[in-house]
């Protein structure tokens, strides 16, 4: 199974080069895949899976299109 995955903002330099054929194992859950990247998974605040809200647990699909967010800040 591949999937993209999008890491945002501090993120940005953990992107594999990869990044749009990801390859995944069935079962794998959006957390398996930040350990697999080396983002500390305490700073990972934001999950999307399709577009949808999701939790660190989701587990993934093939063809599934993952974003992951730090906490982000402005002003």
């Known amino acids: 199974m591949n999937i993209q995955i999008l890491c945002y903002a501090t993120f940005a ?3 594999p080069e990869n990044a749009n ?3 995944v194992y069935e079962g794998e859950t ?3 895949i930040v350990v697999k ?3 500390p998974v305490d700073e990972v605040k934001i999950v999307f899976i399709n577009g949808v809200s999701a939790d ?3 587990k993934l ?3 599934d299109r ?3 967010f730090p906490a982000v800040g402005g002003g």
Do not use: W
Request: aromatic share 4%.
């Open 61 to 63: 699909a093939d063809g």
């Open 56 to 58: 660190l647990d989701a």
């Open 30 to 32: 959006v957390k398996d």
């Open 37 to 39: 990247l080396a983002i």
């Open 66 to 68: 993952v974003g992951v």
């Open 13 to 15: 330099e953990k992107s």
């Open 21 to 23: 054929n990801f390859p």
